[in-house]
Antibody, heavy 122, light 107 residues
Framework: QVQLQESGPGLVKPSETLSLTCTVS????????WSWIRQPAGKGLEWIGR???????NYNPSLKSRVTMSVDTSKNQFSLKLSSVTAADTAVYYC????????????????WGQGTLVTVSS | SSELTQDPAVSVALGQTVRITCQGD??????ASWYQQKPGQAPVLVIY???NRPSGIPDRFSGSSSGNTASLTITGAQAEDEADYYC??????????FGGGTKLTVL
């Protein structure tokens, strides 16, 4: 059973960089897409971006200028950096395995982490 | 448009059938996936592709699609189905997009 666990600081100061890591266990990180998704309190889900284990990325256009994702296959981990954060970036951040099957038009997230709350405040 | 639109709230009587819909131009080309989220928990995939259920998801959950609308149907809703439901698909640029979510109340 694949399991994902987010880790990182729960409090980040405005204008600084939010950094989170997702550790994958119970399976290999290789040959899959992996996504970050966030959810402000009481609001809906927002896709942040996706990384393949080759390192190729796709980012939400609304966040693209501030987002960097990376992957470390040796540690079975992938990471998110979001720069110049403001209070609007306060949210629960989830990592998820991203199944992207363009040839059969299926796109979904089958495994999710439990989520980690990141608060942006001075 | 890359947006997906859901009704904010839907209610259903216990044991009855409810349909939750998701509208968007991208759904004319791509399948939606559906997620159930209960308070304080991570979302759980309930339907993906044409009408596929992951292991462990009850068969009262089903999916369908017509034109620009994808639907999640719960046949014989149970009290434990009360949750927020989100649709997801992709846009023409290869990005994921979520609907705004539907809060399902089981009466």
């Amino acid at each position: 059973q694949v399991q994902l666990q987010e880790s990182g600081p729960g409090l980040v100061k405005p204008s600084e960089t939010l950094s989170l890591t997702c550790t994958v266990s119970g399976g290999s990180i290789s040959s899959y897409y992996w996504s970050w998704i966030r959810q402000p309190a009481g609001k809906g889900l927002e896709w942040i971006g996706r990384i393949y284990t080759s390192g190729s990325t796709n980012y939400n256009p609304s966040l693209k200028s501030r987002v960097t994702m990376s992957v470390d296959t040796s540690k079975n981990q992938f990471s998110l950096k979001l720069s110049s954060v403001t209070a609007a970036d306060t949210a629960v951040y989830y990592c998820a395995r991203d199944r992207w099957f363009g040839e059969i038009l299926e796109y979904y997230f089958d495994y999710w982490g439990q989520g980690t709350l990141v608060t942006v405040s001075s | 448009s890359s947006e997906l639109t859901q009704d904010p709230a839907v209610s259903v009587a216990l044991g009855q059938t409810v349909r939750i819909t998701c509208q968007g131009d991208s759904l004319r080309s791509y399948y939606a996936s559906w997620y159930q989220q209960k308070p304080g928990q991570a979302p759980v995939l309930v339907i993906y592709g044409k009408n596929n259920r992951p292991s462990g998801i009850p068969d009262r959950f089903s999916g369908s699609s017509s034109g620009n609308t994808a639907s999640l149907t719960i046949t014989g809703a149970q009290a434990e189905d009360e949750a927020d439901y989100y649709c997801n698909s992709r846009d023409s640029s290869g990005n994921h997009v979520f609907g705004g979510g539907t809060k399902l109340t089981v009466l």
